[in-house]
Structure formats: C-alpha cells, structure tokens
C-alpha cells in the first residue's frame, strides 16, 4: 500500500501481549503524526483508543451516548466511571 490517506483498524490490540500492543499503537501514533494518516480506530481499550485519538465515539448497543474531544471524554465521570475503571 503507498501513502494512504485514512487507514481503518478494527481492535488492533485484541489477542497481543501488553508489549506488542504497545509497539503497534507506537506504530498507528508515528503514522498518524509523521505520515498525516487519518485513523479511524475501533477499540475496546479505551484507555489506548482515547490516549491516541483527537475525537472520539463511545458506543453502547448500537448507540453512541458519548461522543467528543478524546481529552474531555477522558474527564468525562460517565466514561471514567464505566470505560477507564481499573
């Protein structure tokens, strides 16, 4: 593939061991920085997904009850409280 220009990742860190997963999220960030790849990145780490995103959509059967800058959702008492516990 040359030079896309959004890259669409589907739970890139399901299956991985803690350091593989924090190798390929190093790889998806320096690609979204460096290269100027747009992401659009489903997760269910939303510690991972909201540390590297700008924007962010939470999802719940189908809806999205949450949705906006990933700095504030990670503020946010609703999404600390059910996404960020632990």
């Known amino acids: 593939m040359a030079k896309p220009k959004i890259l669409l990742l589907d739970e890139p860190s399901l299956g991985l061991a803690p350091l593989v997963t924090g190798k390929i999220y190093e790889i998806i960030e320096r690609l979204n920085r460096e290269e100027k790849v747009t992401l659009l990145l489903v997760e269910q780490n939303a510690n991972l997904a909201l540390g590297l995103s700008q924007f962010a959509y939470i999802m719940e059967t189908g809806l999205f ?14 999404v600390k409280s059910f996404y960020l516990a632990g």
């Open 65 to 78: 009850p949450v949705a906006g800058p990933s700095k504030d959702l990670m503020e946010n008492d609703y």
